[in-house]
Nanobody, 121 residues
Framework: QAQLVESGGGLVQPGGSLRLSCVAS????????IGWFRQAPGKEREGVSC????????FYASSVKGRFTVSRDNAKNTVYLQMNSLKPEDTANYFC??????????????WGQGTQVTVSS
């Protein structure tokens, strides 16, 4: 069964770091741009970051720019999101998809269920 699976979330103190992984199985990520999104209860889905298929173009939301870094390892069929200097407002469910528009996630070929990130002291 082709799917995307995220991992790496958890509870972290403000100022801490986490690295999320988005692993594809049953298909190859090579030809897809990959978006990271987050959604907190009662809030709209937000596009956090996006990376092009060849890793030569990236996008970051203004709320995370300078703190988050997206990368990919096509040999491992994996995209990463390194999150540093985490803030309580980063608390959300983070998920990835084979596209970068937060309004079109469920129209993409694949999207994952997400991993919970909680930033709290």
């Amino acid at each position: 069964q082709a799917q995307l699976v995220e991992s790496g979330g958890g509870l972290v103190q403000p100022g801490g770091s986490l690295r999320l992984s988005c692993v594809a199985s049953g298909f190859t990520l090579d030809y897809y741009e990959i978006g990271w999104f987050r959604q907190a209860p009662g809030k709209e889905r937000e596009g956090v970051s996006c990376i092009s298929p060849t890793d030569d173009s990236t996008f970051y939301a203004s709320s995370v720019k300078g703190r988050f870094t997206v990368s990919r390892d096509n040999a491992k069929n994996t995209v990463y999101l390194q999150m540093n200097s985490l803030k309580p407002e980063d608390t959300a469910n983070y998920f990835c998809a084979t596209g970068c528009s937060p309004g079109a996630v469920f129209n993409y070929d694949y999207w994952g269920q997400g991993t919970q990130v909680t930033v709290s002291s």
